[in-house]
């Protein structure tokens, strides 16, 4: 039996999990949950990434004694250290404006073929390399570049490194050798200097340092899927590999694993990405607007009673108003609300007239979204499926699970709801010497000690095409 702990850092909360893993055993429990979002100083939107480590420090210290402790987090930002590994700066957000028509300068010195030839990676304005591109004159003082789960690990060991699944997600990273690609490194003109050695999930990067953490000393911290969906696709309970996945919160990264990446002209087009995996896999998936323009209309409304809001969802009439959540004024923090309404009136339709209305709007559009985007990857990949795994915070959405199917024409298994944290943990057990040796084990370990909840498809799949063709145009 192997106790680790689990940091897990979402774009909006964090917590640190304790979980117990052994033959036949796989139990999560929280330590603590808190607050994680942006912090806007003099009009740049910052993470706090001090808050984050003085948290993640206090769930640890409730831990107690630990044979390992791993860290995940979102994707693309990034802490930049000076030679005498001071971070240089706050990180920025990815939310922020600082990258608007960077990526077309970038795109002007490395076309877009060319990029996705090498990455394989879904063209996101926010995206590492279009961030390293809008602060050039900071990386002049920069000794390394390391992502969020990296830059926490170094202030818990001091060890410098970047782990793979994350730098994948850099548009930096060459997808077939799984190596910085140096080319493009040059020539989008960034210092080769700043990107340090990578990691494999199931690294051991060091060992914490008492004196700096007052953490017991000699606790290994073991590199895992570091992207937070690396680490929720490695607890997917899939029996077989006819499967598809949403990684369901405030993003929606909804998808297939490939054994390799597909770096097909088609592929480029719709938008996809290549993105590593545990064990060398490819998560050949694109990023769908998630749970985050709900989130945003509550923090309007200023209603955190979500279930209610659900519940009047359920009752309210289907299809009255549609959007298409990925459109780009959907993506910065504001008034939600407002821009859906104005984005049906752009579209010829009548706007949401309650809040009841205007969830179930948010919750069709995703499904329609995560219906193209699925029968697309499955196209694009020649990959059959027969199921779709819901995993993350949004398997607990039931409206939101019923309406994927429905739309999808598939049935969906919902859970488990801490899949970036069972990912994380089964990890960390198997470099530990756990009996775990491949993928396939450790998902049987989840379905084995995780229960699901199925919802089979309903209503007329007629009805999801007319609605398909108002929102995105035929196919």
Not at 58 to 72: E, S
Not at 118 to 140: M, S, W
Not at 318 to 334: M, N, V
Request: net charge negative; with cysteine; proline share 6%.
């Amino acid at each position: 039996m192997k106790r680790v702990a689990a940091v897990d850092l979402g774009a909006s909360s964090g917590r640190v999990m304790r979980a117990n893993v052994g033959p036949g055993r796989l139990e999560l429990t929280e330590l603590h949950r808190f607050w994680n979002g942006p912090v806007r100083v003099h009009g740049t939107l910052h993470w706090d990434i001090l808050h984050l480590y003085r948290s993640m420090l206090d769930g640890l210290h409730l831990a107690g004694p630990l044979d390992g402790i791993g860290i995940d987090s979102w994707a693309v930002d990034y802490g930049l250290l000076a030679d005498d590994g001071q971070l240089l700066a706050n990180p920025v957000h990815y939310r922020d404006t600082r990258t608007d028509s960077v990526m077309e300068r970038v795109l002007e010195k490395v076309p877009a073929a060319d990029l996705y030839a090498v990455t394989g990676l879904q063209q996101l304005p926010f995206n590492t390399i279009y961030q390293l591109a809008a602060e050039r004159r900071v990386l002049d003082a920069a000794s390394s570049l390391v992502m969020i789960p990296d830059l926490l690990a170094y202030w818990l060991t001091g060890e410098i490194g970047v782990e793979r699944t994350n730098a994948s997600t850099t548009q930096l990273f060459d997808v077939r050798s799984r190596e910085w690609s140096d080319e493009l490194i040059s020539r989008v003109g960034l210092p080769r200097r700043i990107f340090p050695q990578l990691r494999e999930p199931g690294d051991v990067i060091g060992t914490v340092l008492p004196d700096e953490t007052g953490l017991a000393g000699g606790t290994p911290v073991i590199a895992v899927g570091s992207h937070d969906t690396a680490s929720s696709v490695v607890a997917v309970p899939a029996a077989d590999e006819r499967f598809a996945y949403i990684s369901s919160g405030t993003w929606s990264l909804v998808g297939l694993e490939l054994d390799q990446p597909v770096l097909s002209d088609e592929a480029r087009a719709a938008n996809f990405t290549n993105e590593g995996g545990v064990d060398g896999r490819i998560r050949f998936l694109r990023n769908v607007m998630g749970l985050w323009i709900l989130q945003e209309c509550q923090r309007v409304w200023g209603d955190d009673d979500l279930p209610a809001l659900l519940r009047a969802a359920a009752d309210a009439p289907s299809f009255t108003a549609l959007i298409d959540p990925d459109a780009p004024e959907f993506l910065a923090p504001g008034n939600m609300p407002r821009r859906i309404d104005e984005h049906c009136r752009k579209a010829g339709q009548e706007p949401p007239t309650s809040r009841a209305a205007a969830v179930r709007c948010i919750l069709e559009s995703l499904a329609l979204a995560y219906r193209r985007t699925l029968r697309t990857a499955q196209t694009i990949a020649d990959r059959e499926v027969d199921v779709l795994h819901v995993i993350g915070g949004g398997s607990q959405n039931e409206l939101l699970c019923q309406l994927t199917a429905d739309a999808c024409g598939l049935p969906v298994l919902a859970g488990p709801v801490e899949a970036s944290a069972l990912g994380n943990v089964l990890v960390q057990a198997r470099a530990l010497g756990e009996p775990l040796p491949d993928l396939a084990a450790m998902r049987a370990l989840v379905r084995s000690t995780h229960p699901l909840r199925r919802y089979d498809p309903q209503g007329k799949p007629a009805d999801w095409d007319a609605a398909e063709s108002q929102v995105f145009g035929t196919r």
